[in-house]
């Protein structure tokens, strides 16, 4: 029962921005939007989440369509520790479920 | 600024030993994750906590698993009898609410190795 739909992979120069997409066609209105990311094994990093606003804090900026079927996630200057497992999450429960993510790729 | 700790980082056990993995979430969250995440897999919930409760669980997490917050500060995932295919690693996480409009901060994770 997959939420989201993300690229399996995209690359990025470095000092760049990386705009990583997600569709949720069918989101709920009451139904967040979170993004999380994962270097190599570590824990997974809380990044930004929104409901219908667009947020920005100081690691990344949310954008969400008007109808909230879609968001972008935005790094505004891509480095190379940027480079991760990005996750877009609709959170319908007090659990986090996870895709496989974009894997985002920053390249000198 | 406040991160969920977790010990040990890396733990090996021999097939139907108990383990016990231990995390310390941040001290003003409330209700408590428990995670794994199999090599090469997603990752999966397994259990969330709240008021020395369980709240939710997955169907993972089967008569094997139990989890516990023995003390204001810590709190513990037990396995009862290892098996092969428990071998994953296991995110602690926390947060203030239960509520869907708060984030989880995970912690980094023990990599438990059943041999």
């Known amino acids: 029962d997959a939420k989201t739909t993300q690229p399996p992979s995209m690359d990025c120069a470095e000092g760049r921005a990386a705009n990583l997409p997600c569709n949720h066609s069918t989101i709920s209105g009451n139904e967040y939007v979170y993004w999380y990311r994962q270097i190599h094994s570590q824990g997974p990093q809380y990044i930004i989440h929104?409901?219908?606003n667009n947020e920005t804090n100081e690691m990344a900026s949310l954008i969400i369509t008007e109808d909230r079927k879609s968001s972008t996630l935005i790094l505004p200057h891509a480095t190379l520790r940027d480079t991760a497992v990005y996750y877009c999450?609709?959170?319908?429960?007090?659990?986090?479920?996870f895709g496989a993510g974009t894997r985002l790729t920053v390249k000198p | 600024e406040p991160e969920v700790t977790q010990t040990p980082s890396h733990q090996v056990t021999q097939m139907g030993q108990e383990v016990i993995l231990r995390c310390v979430p941040i001290?003003?969250?409330?209700?408590f994750y428990w995670y794994r995440q199999i090599l090469g897999q997603k990752v999966e919930f397994l259990v969330s906590?709240?008021?020395?409760?369980?709240?939710?669980k997955s169907e993972i997490f089967d008569d094997q698993f139990s989890v516990e917050r023995p003390d204001g500060s810590n709190f513990t995932l037990k396995i009862r009898s290892t098996k092969l295919e428990d071998s994953a690693m296991y995110f602690c996480?926390?947060?203030?609410?239960?509520?869907?409009?708060?984030?989880?901060?995970f912690g980094p994770g023990t990599r438990l190795t059943v041999t």
């Open positions: 996480a926390s947060s203030k609410s239960t509520g869907t409009g708060y984030e989880q901060y």
């Open positions: 929104g409901l219908k």
């Open positions: 906590f709240y008021n020395n409760e369980i709240s939710e």
């Open positions: 999450i609709v959170r319908v429960d007090s659990d986090m479920r």
């Open positions: 001290s003003n969250h409330l209700y």
